[in-house]
């Protein structure tokens, strides 16, 4: 088992390494920089520009610049983002909880109504609700995340304003807010992002679920169990279910990820400032460290979310062996 | 699907009427009544979707910066609306009470107003305005403004409330110069730090001025939120608190003001423009700006940039290609009622702009016949050939800008028509920016905001401008234009400066090194609770201090008061 683990660690390193070196390099390779950027306008001497790029180390070969980020980030420091005007550490340290909160909340509600509405579905398997709600999941299953995010942030926010448009907290009030005020505008802030992280999400866990539930009652220990008195709907949940387990952990190993990645459209619908946008938007800005930085900290996350599946489906199912 | 007339005056008469009834406002806004004093107070939230990037307006680099510091940090004096640049004309007091011209003006004396204070309370002195200029000259501090005043020799120090500025030469913007491009920073904040590590220190984020308006917080990505300065010399702002709620993007900036999170927006969509003709709660607001934008040919070769461009280095197919043109046609078809044409090579709000100049007509048998004489004639595939080169270039355009690529498509189609074939290069801006710096183009949709100077002008159409860093992107070189821009710079008699100009811009035209397409109309939104006043075209929030929300029209957000940010 360690040797397992060590082997799978040095694995992950190698592909962080790789996917962080081709993210600098092909970085690089597009044309401008951070200086063209944020000095584009009348007075600007090439002098000035010449300065900025010292001043920033954009001066140097681009190995130099490669061996001195890397030698920094062994250290733990990523660099200094141009486009936040702050140390690379200090906006994913922002931003990475913002997302965490978000797509943590997301993923737990999805799990939870995706393997409920699974189980819901397998109880009457072909009937006329695992009909329709097939039908429903195939809708959200099918439905682009920004046009869900639009249609929530336009009906809630704009035609009946009961929720706030998008953002953390209320950008004026919430500073000036008892704490229990304050809990509240923000889980308002949270709903309409949550809902809709969620119901695309649970449409697709709910799909893998019943899929998953269909293959085990067909198998003779389930046949054995109903035989022996037990009703439907016990058996489904009690044995059933937990045997099914194994896809869905996998697919909740593999996102993971979206902890630290975000999600992006829904991030931008709802101006949620979370690691998918302030990547992204550090692309735009040709912001070589925040985008490396950012590639790492979610390359990271990618290679522990698959171990951690993979060790976690070895603990739920005692037939997979690690070696 | 086509769209008939009828339907489309259906749908953007309500926003013409609008517009149009704005324009008859010029520069002010609304005719309201005085704010009293009950109407002292209020919070106005301003919805946008960047961030700055410094409270130090040394270090700027975005238009917020400049706003945001604009509201921190005061000057000497305080250029007027019509923005005349020439002299001390219309220049209002602001840290200097009053001033002095020596007898050969190769210095000016300032007396400081002694009530000025900085938001931590120190009062401002002579020494913080000789700091500053060192601080923006020093190249170690990386500063834009530093190649603006580059004639002012030094400042020195008569008394701590009296400073005398010296220029190298005597010429008729100096004093504009002085004032309007070196904000007075606090020298007791900043001195202990190194030019070079200010960029990247704390003490460039504190936004400590002496603005009518002081930093209250900066929450990086959230929100800045400025307070009135109730200690003021120059008297509190009439709004409680201004507040920039930053978005990620514009859609959900602008998602954000609709929904009633913010009370302004600035540069709205003209497809957000019908919807907010509708609205009662907000409404329109025009302000003036100093940005046009223009199709530019590269007069050079991108390959070699010393050699001419193998098709615009030829005048002839310049004006050719000009006159293929429907200028009219295609900014209706852009901006519909809601575009303005550009009139040459110069925004129109500048004070020496002429918007009588005429330009190259609308033509195509005349561009065919140019053309034909150049010794381009039909080839295979109706495009036009000279000694084997086909009429073939690329157009670049920043592919964030939805009415450069709406121009470029209606250019092709307009070039086709008279045997040229046009290839659009859509990118994004840092390989646009990189491209255009580079010279690196055939032609491109460049668009530009002029600071309100005629030497600001002078980078983007003179030799010098061609060098790295300048802005003359099309390489345009005319010994008689710069002659002529050299005399208009250098005349202290301001209606000689606007015929130099004037004759400038004529030669630039007659050379069609450009074809001038639009200037883009400024239509911000704003609650309708919010009065406001005078708009400058170099910045509408230069007269935001004194923007106002009737007592009577508060909402939650107007009555927190100047309680401290917890």
């Given at each position: 088992m360690r040797r397992y683990l060590a082997g799978r660690v040095l694995q992950g390193v190698g592909v962080v390494l790789m996917i962080a070196t081709l993210t600098y390099v092909l970085l690089h390779l597009a044309p401008g920089d951070p200086i063209t950027m944020s000095l584009?306008?009348?007075?600007?001497t090439e002098a000035t520009r010449a300065e900025w790029r010292r001043a920033y180390g954009l001066d140097r070969p681009l190995g130099e610049q490669y061996l001195r980020w890397v030698a920094g980030a062994a250290r733990g420091d990523l660099g200094y983002s141009y486009?936040?005007?702050?140390p690379v550490g200090d906006v994913i340290a922002e931003a990475l909880p913002r997302t965490a909160l978000l797509t943590g909340l997301a993923l737990l509600l999805s799990f939870g109504v995706g393997i409920a509405v699974g189980v819901l579905q397998v109880e009457r398997a072909g009937g006329h609700r695992d009909r329709w709600m097939g039908r429903v999941l195939l809708l959200l299953y099918s439905v682009p995340d920004f046009w869900l995010a639009l249609l929530a942030l336009l009906l809630?926010?704009?035609?009946?304003?009961?929720?706030?448009?998008?953002?953390?907290?209320?950008?004026?009030?919430y500073e000036y807010l008892t704490p229990s005020q304050q809990l509240v505008d923000r889980l308002r802030h949270l709903v309409l992002p949550v809902t809709t992280l969620t119901l695309l999400t649970s449409a697709v866990i709910a799909r893998y679920q019943r899929s998953a539930l269909l293959e085990v009652i067909a198998t003779d220990w389930m046949r054995t169990a109903l035989a022996k008195g037990l009703s439907w709907r016990k058996a489904v949940r009690r044995h059933a279910l937990r045997n099914a387990l194994l896809p869905t952990i996998t697919l909740a190993g593999l996102s993971l990820p979206a902890l630290a990645a975000g999600a992006l459209f829904v991030e931008k619908v709802f101006s949620w400032p979370g690691m998918g946008l302030v990547t992204v938007n550090a692309i735009g800005a040709r912001d070589y460290p925040l985008v490396t930085g950012g590639v790492l900290v979610i390359s990271v996350m990618v290679v522990a979310g698959a171990l951690l599946a993979d060790l976690v489906i070895a603990l739920a199912d005692p037939r997979v062996r690690l070696r | 699907m086509r769209i008939s007339l009828q339907t489309r005056v259906r749908r953007w008469a309500p926003v013409a009427i609008a517009v149009l009834g704005l324009a008859g406002c010029k520069g002010t806004e609304q005719a309201a009544t005085t704010a009293g004093p009950a109407d002292i107070g209020g919070t106005m939230v301003i919805s946008t979707a960047t961030d700055a990037g410094t409270m130090l307006p040394v270090l700027i680099g975005s238009n917020l910066d400049r706003q945001v510091t604009d509201l921190l940090y005061d000057r000497l004096a305080d250029i007027s609306t019509e923005l005349v640049?020439?002299?001390?004309?219309g220049f209002k007091p602001q840290l200097a009470q009053r001033w002095e011209w020596s007898r050969d003006s190769l210095s000016i004396t300032f007396h400081l107003n002694p009530a000025a204070r900085w938001h931590d309370g120190r009062p401002v002195r002579a020494s913080d305005v000789r700091f500053s200029l060192g601080l923006v000259k020093?190249?170690?501090?990386?500063?834009?403004?530093s190649s603006l005043v580059t004639n002012i020799d030094s400042v020195s120090i008569r008394d701590s409330l009296t400073v005398v500025a010296w220029f190298k030469m005597r010429t008729p913007e100096q004093f504009y110069e002085l004032v309007y491009q070196i904000p007075v920073m606090p020298e007791h904040l900043?001195?202990?730090?190194?030019p070079g590590e200010l960029k990247t220190s704390d003490v460039s984020r504190?936004?400590?001025?002496?603005?009518r308006f002081r930093l209250a917080k900066w929450a990086p990505g959230q929100r800045i939120e400025l307070v009135a300065d109730t200690a003021n010399y120059r008297g509190r702002?009439?709004?409680d608190r201004v507040v920039y709620?930053?978005?990620?993007?514009a859609a959900s900036s602008v998602t954000r003001f609709f929904a009633g999170d913010a009370d302004f927006h600035e540069q709205l969509r003209t497809d957000n423009l019908a919807q907010l003709a509708k609205d009662t709660v907000r409404r329109l607001m025009r302000y003036p700006n100093l940005q046009h934008a223009y199709l530019a040919?590269?007069?050079?070769?991108?390959?070699?940039?010393s050699r001419p461009h193998?098709?615009?280095?030829d005048r002839a197919v310049r004006r050719a290609l000009s006159m293929a043109i429907d200028r009219r046609a295609m900014l209706r078809n852009v901006f519909d009622t809601l575009g303005q044409l550009s009139y040459?090579?110069?925004?129109?709000?500048?004070?020496?702009?002429?918007?009588?100049l005429p330009q190259l007509p609308y033509d195509t048998a005349a561009a065919r016949m140019l053309l034909d004489s150049a010794g381009w004639v039909m080839g295979p595939g109706a495009v036009r050939v000279k000694d084997g080169r086909r009429l073939e270039f690329g157009l670049t355009v920043p592919n964030s800008s939805a009415p450069r690529k709406a121009y470029s498509v209606l250019l092709q189609e307009a070039f086709r028509r008279i045997g040229a074939s046009v290839k659009i290069e859509e990118m994004d801006f840092p390989s646009f920016s990189a491209k255009q710096a580079a010279h690196g183009f055939d032609t491109e949709i460049a668009a530009y905001g002029s600071d309100p100077s005629v030497s600001g002008f002078k980078q983007a159409w003179?030799?010098?401008?061609?060098?790295?860093?300048?802005?003359?992107f099309p390489s345009y070189s005319n010994p008689a234009v710069d002659a002529l821009l050299d005399s208009a710079t250098v005349t202290f008699d301001f209606a000689r400066t606007r015929t130099y100009a004037r004759r400038a811009f004529e030669m630039i035209m007659e050379d069609a090194p450009g074809v001038w397409l639009y200037e883009p109309l400024t239509l911000g939104g704003i609650d309708r609770r919010v009065r406001v006043g005078d708009l400058r075209a170099?910045?509408?929030?230069?007269?935001?201090?004194?923007w106002w929300i009737p007592a009577d029209k508060r909402s939650a957000r107007d009555r927190i008061g100047l309680r401290p940010t917890p």
């Open positions: 584009d306008r009348p007075g600007v486009s936040h005007h702050r809630f926010a704009y035609r009946i304003p009961v929720l706030p448009a998008g953002g953390l907290v209320d950008p004026v009030m | 640049t020439v002299g001390d004309r020093n190249p170690a501090t990386g500063s834009a403004i900043l001195a202990n730090t190194p504190r936004g400590i001025g002496s603005g702002p009439k709004l709620s930053i978005s990620p993007d040919f590269n007069l050079v070769d991108p390959a070699n940039t193998p098709i615009f280095g040459g090579p110069f925004p129109s709000k500048l004070p020496v702009a002429d918007t009588t003179s030799t010098e401008g061609m060098k790295p860093g300048g802005f003359n170099d910045g509408y929030w230069a007269t935001m201090a004194d």
